[in-house]
C-alpha cells in the first residue's frame, strides 16, 4: 500500500505561482508513474502531468508552458511548478502514483490539495 501526501496547495492572486509536493511512502516496489490531476466543482477530473521514474512527461495541452513537473526518485517525491496561475485553475489536485508489479499495475490517489485562485 502506497500512501501519498499532498501540500503546497493554497489561495493565490491571478498571475501568481504556486508549487506543490507529494511525498510517497510504503511502496516495497519502485514508483512507475507520478503525476498531478485535477478536479473543478461540477467537472470530471482531468491530467495535469505526469512523469516516469526515467523522467519522461506528459503535460495537458491546456496547461503547457505554465506549469513543470519534477519527480526526486530517492525521496519519491513529485513537484508540481505553477506559473501565471488563472481562476480557472482553481480546483482540487490530486497526487497519483503508479506501481507495476508483473503483470499488474496498482495505481494510487492522494487525498488532495485545494488550490485557489482569486484576487
Known amino acids: 500500500q502506497v500512501q501519498l501526501v499532498e501540500s503546497g496547495g493554497g489561495l493565490v492572486q491571478p498571475g501568481g505561482s504556486l508549487r506543490l509536493s507529494c511525498g510517497a511512502s510504503?511502496?516495497?516496489?519502485?514508483?512507475?508513474?507520478m503525476g498531478w490531476y485535477r478536479q473543478a466543482p461540477g467537472k470530471e477530473r482531468e491530467l495535469v502531468a505526469t512523469i516516469t521514474s526515467g523522467g519522461s512527461t506528459i503535460y495537458a495541452d491546456s496547461l503547457k508552458g505554465r506549469i513543470t513537473i519534477s519527480r526526486d526518485n530517492a525521496k519519491n517525491t513529485v513537484y508540481l511548478q505553477m506559473n501565471s496561475l488563472k481562476p480557472e485553475d482553481t480546483a482540487v489536485y490530486y497526487c497519483?502514483?503508479?506501481?507495476?508489479?508483473?503483470?499488474?499495475?496498482?495505481?494510487?490517489w492522494g487525498q488532495g490539495t485545494q488550490v485557489t485562485v482569486s484576487s
Open positions: 497519483n502514483a503508479i506501481v507495476v508489479v508483473g503483470a499488474v499495475t496498482y495505481k494510487y
Open positions: 510504503g511502496s516495497r516496489f519502485g514508483i512507475n508513474t
